[in-house]
């Protein structure tokens, strides 16, 4: 009747959201990953709402009978398309909501505490900080704990924390003051890794203040590009009319991209060290979701040589497709298996070397670039075999 005994579930924070008693506590667990605790067990009731509203517990999805509608979007403000990790409709559907009279619930990387968190932002402005994607596992529960249910939210994130959340919303019987979105999910990697990371790019910016996790300075289909700024002093100018920072000073800055072999991207894209949940009981990849809207990259053939930027956009109730016609973005409506081509359909698997990148993670000091890259070296000449058996194979089918 509690969540006691879950280790190794999603760590979606909602089961904390719920309790009434406030005993559920979500902290990081020896792999890196977010998990609840029960602080009293004297204090337990055993009301089991905190079972209820956990999405890891149960084998349906919260949303039944989805309707799905697939575009392509894009906004149609030059300048929100072009700081956005794609199209930029995640933003435009927070800034019309919020004209709406919703608050949203999205997420932004706290600097000081070096981790994505939820929170609420009432203002277009407080809305900015959400731009873009955030390839860590956020921290849900003081953001979900500041919602009121008795008002109107958008709330994103993750597809688990998306299911989790609906189930508490039904709970409670208010599920009609809420917007759900959430995206399509690779996975989320261990909090060692970033940790580890800027452990290595800090001795080049100084501490961080400032990341950027996508963006699309070489085009947008080789924008799986890190940006961190480090120890900056000076004011930033307006966020609503230029989406972006000047600053006066700064010790450095450090760029780098996948393509060119960056070590937290390779670890990530390369299932080093993905929360063993999505590798084994994650069920919301491709068309399965409880969100009313899903958005994403659309990836493909369709826009191949787009390089602004084209968000997927799926709505799988009325009330999501409704909102998504009323933005201010251009969408062109598209088969549902055209908006999410190149989107996963599998989970997230297990590099042959996760376990050594596992125990990299746990060192108390820092690992350089040239371990990790040895480690990359290793594992792809671990895969030759393979590749060259389904490259056979392919030849033979032909």
């Known amino acids: 009747m509690n969540i006691k005994d879950i280790h190794n579930c999603y760590g979606c924070g909602l089961c904390a959201t719920a ?16 998990e609840p605790h029960i602080t009293d067990d004297a204090s337990c009731t055993n009301c089991g709402v905190c079972t209820d509203v956990c999405a890891y517990l149960h084998d349906d999805l919260s949303l039944t009978s989805p309707q799905i509608s697939g575009y392509a979007a ?29 608050k949203v619930c999205g997420v932004k990387y706290n600097v000081d505490n070096q981790r994505a968190e939820h929170y609420i932002a009432t203002t277009v402005e407080e809305l900015i900080p959400s731009i873009g994607s955030k390839y860590i596992q956020s921290y849900t529960v003081d953001g979900f704990k500041a919602i009121n249910k008795k008002e109107k939210y958008l709330v994103t994130g993750t597809p688990c924390q998306i299911d989790s959340f609906r189930r508490y919303v039904q709970k409670f019987r208010v599920e009609d003051n809420f917007v759900l979105m959430d995206f399509f999910c690779h996975g989320v990697p261990s909090m060692w890794v970033w940790k580890k990371y800027l452990q290595m790019v800090e001795k080049t910016t100084g501490k961080a203040t400032y990341v950027s996790w996508r963006n699309k300075f070489t085009g947008w289909h080789d924008s799986w590009a890190m940006s961190i700024d480090g120890e900056r ?35 990530f894209l390369g299932d080093y060290c993905c929360n063993p949940a999505c590798q084994k009981e994650c069920k919301y990849k491709y068309r399965a979701s409880s969100a009313d809207i899903r958005i994403g990259d659309l990836w493909g053939k369709t826009y191949k040589d787009n390089e602004d930027g084209v968000s997927a956009a799926v709505a799988f109730t009325p009330k999501g497709n409704e909102i998504l016609k009323s933005l201010n973005c251009t969408l062109v409506e598209h088969p549902f298996d055209t908006v999410a081509e190149g989107q996963m359909k599998k989970n997230c698997g297990k590099a042959y070397l996760t376990t050594v990148a596992m125990k990299l993670l746990h060192f108390s000091h820092e690992v350089n670039a040239n371990v990790w890259r040895s480690l990359f070296i290793v594992e792809k000449l671990l895969r030759l075999p393979k590749r060259i058996f389904n490259k056979i194979k392919r030849t033979i089918s032909k």
């Open 233 to 267: 002093t000076g004011e930033k100018v307006n966020w609503h009319n230029s989406y972006n920072l000047l600053i006066k000073e700064k010790k450095g800055t450090y760029n780098s991209r996948l393509s060119q072999g960056d070590v937290f991207y390779k670890l």
């Open 19 to 34: 309790c009434n008693r406030k005993i559920i506590e979500i902290r990081l667990n020896p792999d890196g990953f977010y």
């Open 74 to 102: 894009w906004s149609k403000e030059p300048a929100v398309r072009r700081k956005c990790s794609s199209g930029g409709i995640g933003f435009e559907l927070g800034r019309y909501l919020i004209g709406e009279g919703y």
